[in-house]
């Protein structure tokens, strides 16, 4: 069974950095997509970016400034970097794996509060 | 960005009632919408994809239609467990983005 598991940095200043990674069990990174989704208190889902095996990646215009993603084969982990956050950047993040052909986010991990706060 | 407008955004429904919640894409997105329930606390839970296919070891009493900029999520018979949020997805193209969401709960 897939499982996906959040951890990094909780708590982050205001101007920091946001760091999290994302570790993949019961299957290989190796072939897939996997991406970043977030949820800011109160409001709808948003995702941030992809990152393909190999490191490609594809980011949210929106985020694409200050977001970057890379990819540990051997780990099987992938990772989210967020700098110059606000507090409008509090939220959970969750990591995904998308889906090769109809591009569904179809494993998920639980989430993890990132706190923006000084 | 293609927009996603979810209706209603909040539901209230009796075990064994029938719902439809629905999904309308700003510009044609083929049949690249999905479907995920989420609970408190827990990982967002696959359901549909290409707007009509049911995900494996998701049960039967879900379903879902539609296609180019309308589509539904239909419970047929719902059970205590299906009390939640449930949001669409476009994977059409990137950006993509979710609807608002729609909370089902108990009446």
């Known amino acids: 069974q897939v499982q996906l598991q959040e951890s990094g940095s909780g708590l982050v200043k205001p101007s920091g950095t946001l760091s999290l990674t994302c570790t993949v069990s019961?299957?290989?990174?190796?072939?897939?997509?996997w991406s970043w989704i977030r949820q800011s208190p109160g409001k709808g889902l948003e995702w941030i970016g992809y990152?393909?095996?190999?490191?490609?990646?594809n980011y949210n215009p929106s985020l694409e400034s200050r977001v970057s993603m890379s990819v540990d084969t051997s780990k099987n982990q992938f990772s989210l970097k967020l700098n110059s956050v606000t507090a409008a950047d509090t939220a959970v993040y969750y990591c995904a794996r998308l889906s090769p052909l109809w591009r569904d986010f179809d494993y998920w991990g639980q989430g993890i509060l990132g706190i923006v706060s000084s | 960005d293609i927009q996603m407008t979810q209706s209603p955004s909040s539901l209230s429904a009796s075990v064994g009632d029938r719902v439809t919640i629905t999904c309308r894409a700003n510009?044609?997105?083929?049949?690249?919408l999905n479907w995920y329930q989420h609970k408190p606390g827990k990982a967002p839970k696959f359901l549909i994809y290409a707007a009509s296919s049911l995900q494996s070891g998701v049960p039967s009493r879900f379903s879902g239609s539609g296609s180019g900029t309308d589509f539904t999520l239909t419970i047929s018979g719902l059970q205590p467990e299906d009390f939640a949020t449930y949001y669409c997805h476009q994977s059409y193209r990137t950006p993509y983005t979710f609807g608002q969401g729609t909370k089902l709960d108990i009446k």
């Open positions: 510009e044609t997105i083929s049949k690249y």
């Open positions: 990152i393909y095996y190999i490191g490609s990646t």
């Open positions: 019961g299957a290989s990174i190796n072939n897939y997509y």
